[in-house]
């Protein structure tokens, strides 16, 4: 059938830079967000945070709150319904923490929900929550995450054991010739969308609920909410047209959608509960602090020999997320003996989620900066140290890659940034005043691939709609799927409508781990090619048609029309076609990724033990390779001496991540990947007060994100070389791969500045001052 | 949000009496900073009375020479004054440098001086804090203080005043100029703020009911070569962790007169007036400059998480004289 399809790139096709279909809407503000949904009858709820950390209510006080003007509901542990218990994420299932909301009255982490108000309007909803009266029994708090404090070894770390080994990595060490021993720390950080999350629930007459949600996956919160309501799946249904912005804290089910379902079925009417700007310092997960142990040894020639990794990041005592820093350096290079461990700190805080490339970002901060320290100790330029240690295959499975071309991202990013131009001793270049420094760093992300379905339906009266339960967070979705359905079918993208965020639509996994674009583009174009065959085969059957009799394989679709190869008198239109078989429209679907999910979910649903044998054993056949993105950044500061502050002003990454579906929206992701790691090697951090458990800043004034001020004018390369191994559309993600490694590039980067080496995130001024 | 009573009354002193007569009333004018403490449960005003309807928002030049800038005044026009500019462009920096065009659009004058702390104990309300609810503690103490003094504070309170352009105001002499049941009073910016004590919930000289109307620039001989110098983290869009205003008298290259304030080191903008004694009657050179700084910060007492400032503080002072005398 393949050959059936036209598949020459046309305009707005796959690798065509088709500027993004959704722009418009959202720009002009006509885009319907989540919170913009009408809905008649809604009332308003807010949450009430608890303001201690640790302890227990002894005394809820609601009669003020009940009495306030417009007030209808009051909800606290003592009159809520007794919720179920979620299955978490590191059970396999959806959710950030297995306890359900006003469950009792302990307190786990300051900011967990003690009530929810619910009122005619958001004014009375938020005016009566102040006059609620709790009076707690405090306990001492367990917030301050450092080294010396107790951790323990998480279940599993992304479906792996916490504990992994190759080689001697201690006996190679003890034997290296040259030794890089350090510690790297970072922060705990909040992903901060734009687009605070708001749950709007609503119950139909036949006892189905609609729940208008933010999320980066329509059906897995659809999942999350029939478990949590113990409702059938096909009872509830999930809208998320638009989100702005996910960042991984859109993808896990969180405990405020099962109060608003509750509060509205209670009432009758329809419950909107937004989460304040604060809430979503304490509701939707965070990126945990990471301290991390690097150990290296090398030859005198720069080759690896040794390779130890250890992490501990700081977590919650009530839902186990490990920040995967060890992972990075499983893969990164071809070093014989390896160990890593990962650990974990339960602490008095909310449950840590995914934010872009979870461990990634700060595993490739520790090994890249130590890279770096290696290079530096034994004089050798910090990109031939990386190409020494290149891997050829994945080192830890010995499976080849699907593809690999670090080289050439190296090497054409050298090229661009003019890398020969740098003069290797710190403090030797310099700008007037400012010394300026260039640093460069290895980036890598395992991307995953998830299960996804779609639909495709071709109507007689020419409209073509292909659909999925996908959600788009502003990474392109929309635009790419329509690309590749548009060439699939051989029309132009305008003539085809792609919907998503609405799981009546085709199940399809959540936005995470750079999945989209790679699980579900194959889907698309399978569903599309299905649907497309379909008229084929009317086609050649209808006495009618120029095309009887034809073979379905000679036959090319272009523009709407079937035309037989070679000979374009011979030709029908798709709803001509249609309309003759008295067909309203043909419809087919597509899938993809179930294998390579059951190599990824059943661990993840076993643990580690029976999951790893089980992912064994299936793994010839789900995954013969390993598949991965990699990139080179280079990245330019300029340090003001006297006040230690720096400033990126020129950053550049070139990445290989296999066919660029749309240059435009990839570059786009791979540029907000690096204006992310900008915010993580200068910027941003979480503080908590260490006696009271509490976050200091949980707002944008005192969490400093890059102004554009502080994003230079970063550039990012494509290698743009189809990975045929990877997958049908020869693509890998391009989601995380931006942020990864920008942080060691900076710190790099600040060293050949200053000779300064700062090992702890964020570099701020007072770390420079000397 | 708790309700409140709004009006806009035409009349200065109706506008006075309604605020005066009212405790728990509160005057209005660019809303960028009262709305969120409304918002965020910082205060509760019973009663606002909006002074957008008053006529406060000239730039005037004065008898004297000197500028009188209305309460009411933007940030942004006041910083696109071109007298503002000729004459006092310590005073144009030191707005453009805070915070975000869109703000600045809405925030006045007399409201910028009336910000309060940036510490975040002190936003956050679900912490102990002393200026916003007397005797419940100070959180910043035990906590994250990285923002927080190295001049003035107190056991009950290390919070600085955020001020860009309080700083810059300090550095030209400026008077404030409010007016209460009792009349019009005049205020030099030095003595307009008070340092927190015991009692770190009260800010400034003001009683309750008196509004700011104007700020007055005399004609000072040092305004205009005057700068104003901002280290932030971020590049755009984030308070200081230090700045410096600067403004000198010169001659011949030696130093007549000199003003020099640093912002974000305490609950003031802080007048350096060592700093300015070694410089009068100096040439003006890096040797000066150097000592200048570190007068500036001789008498600093910093806290554990800020005595970075204290470097940060004696490098910017040399630096923005530096800027002054034209070596950088």
Redesign the interface.
Known sequence: MSAAIASETRAGGVGAPLPRLDGRSKTAGAARYVADEPVAGVVHAVLV?S?IARGRIVRLDRRAAVAAPGVLLVLTHENAPKLRRMRTFSRGGAALQAKPPLADDRIDY?GQPIALVVAETP?QA??AA?LLVADYAEEPPRAVFDAAGPVVAPRAVMGDAPDHRRGDPNGALAGAEVRIERTYTTPFEHHNPIEPLTTTAVWEADGSLTVYESTQGASMTRLGVAQALGLPARKVRVVSRFVGGGFGCKGWYGGHVTLAAVAARKLGRPVKLPLTR?QMYTSVGYRPATIQRVALGANGDGTLTALIHHNASGGSSIGEWPEASTRFSKHAYAVPNFESRERIAALDLSVPSSMRAPGEAPGSFALESAMDELAVALGIDPIALRLRNDAAVDPDSGRPWTGRRLRECYELGAERFGWDRRSPTPRSMRDG?ELVGWGTATAFFPSVTFPATAKARIHADGRVVVESAAADLGTGTLTIMTQIAADALGLPPERVAFELGDSRLSFTFPAGGSSMARSLGPAVRTASRAALRKVVDLAVRDRASLLLGAKPGEIEATDGALVVRGNPSRRDTLAAVLARAGTPHVEASGRYGFGAAAALMGPMMLGPRLGGALRKAISPLAAPHALGEFGAQFVEVRVDP????V?VTRALGVFDVGTVLNPVTARSQAIGGIAWGIGMA??EKT?V????G??????L??Y?L?????VPDVDALFLDQPDPAANPLGARGVGEIGIVGVAAAIANAVHHATGIRVRDLPI???KL?G | MHPFAYDRPNDLDAAIAAVAADPAASFVAGGTELLNWMKDGIRRPSLLIDLGGLSLAGIDETAGGGLRVGAMARMRDVAADPVVRARYPVLAEALLAGASPQVRNLATIGGNLLQRTRCPYFRETSFPCNKREPGSGCAARTGPHHLHAIFGASDACIAVHPSDLAVALLALDAVVVVRGRAGERRIPLDGFYLLPGDAPERETVLEHGEAIVAVELPAAPFAARSRYLKVRERASFAFALVSVAAALEMEDGVVRSARIALGSVAAKPWRAREAEEILVGRRLDGEAAAAAGRAAVAGAEPLPDTAYKVKLAERAVTRVLAEIGGWE
Do not use: V
Not at chain 1, 689 to 692: D, M, S, T
């Open positions: 945070p303001p300051a004014q938020r005016y102040s604060a005043r006297d006040f230690g502050t400033r200068l910027l503080d007060h260490p006696a009271l509490k976050i200091a800043s949980p707002n004034s005192g400093l890059p102004s554009h001020a502080d701020t001024p007072d001052l």
